[in-house]
């Protein structure tokens, strides 16, 4: 139990476009979403916090207009990068909470490429 | 604000002997959780063991274990018997209550090379 799945597991877009990546708990109700940024050789950066219905918390610096995410269900959290650039390119991984326990679960990341 | 702090950015470990991975970290909140993570090649995170703050006896998970040293803010990852498949970057994370947003923090990570 407890999948995590991310939709596109790469995506090639232009600058300028936007791309959204899907997050799905596969077998568990997500009270809490994170999605972090990964450039390559580094560590994992927290960029942003979404709960079921409501407003996501963006760690500072993370652009809000730029970084749009919605937590539409207990199952499903999305991150829009819109208006892509190339600086945007970057591994992007979202992990899930259950309520039961401490545990994050991640998903298997998306790597965005803008050219 | 939390600090987690790995300060090996490589190591070498010859397959079957014993490795440890150095984790730090700061916090003045009594209560959070530390994990480990392993990221291979792939990109996915895969978690390895949890350490609580209030945890009295060290997490062991198979050849996995945390050294824990709570006065000195230490959770270093002991790893036995290694493995070829066990080389990859290894992460220290820390997480803080849920009152202060359940943010998970990680360190810089290690990248662990097993020789055969």
């Known amino acids: 139990g407890a999948v995590v799945s991310q939709h596109p597991s790469r995506v090639i877009c232009k600058s300028g476009t936007s791309v959204k990546i899907e997050c799905r708990s596969l077998d568990f109700q997500a009270t809490t979403m994170f999605w972090y940024r990964q450039f390559p050789k580094q560590s994992l950066m927290l960029m942003a916090t979404?709960?079921?219905?409501?407003?996501?918390?963006?760690e500072q610096g993370v652009e809000k207009d730029k970084f749009l995410i919605n937590h539409a269900s207990l199952t499903l959290s999305t991150l829009t990068v819109t208006s892509a650039h190339p600086e945007d390119s970057s591994f992007y991984i979202c992990?899930?909470?259950?309520?039961?326990?401490?545990?994050?679960?991640f998903g298997p990341g998306t790597r965005l490429t803008v050219t | 604000a939390q600090k987690i702090t790995q300060t090996q950015p490589g190591m070498f470990v010859q397959e079957k002997e014993a490795v440890t991975l150095d984790c730090t970290y700061d916090t003045s909140d009594p209560s959070y959780g530390l994990f480990w993570y392993k990221q291979p090649s792939s990109g996915e995170m895969i978690f390895l063991i949890y350490q609580g703050s209030y945890d009295q006896q060290n997490a062991t998970e198979g050849r996995y274990s945390l050294n824990f040293q709570k006065a000195r803010k230490s959770a270093n990852l002991v790893i036995s018997a290694s493995q070829l498949g066990d080389s990859a970057m290894y992460f220290c994370a820390m997480r803080e209550p849920y009152y202060n947003n359940n943010d998970m923090r990680f360190g810089a990570g290690t990248r662990l090379t097993v020789k055969p």
């Open positions: 979404s709960n079921e219905g409501s407003k996501a918390t963006y």
């Open positions: 992990s899930a909470e259950r309520d039961i326990n401490y545990e994050q679960y």
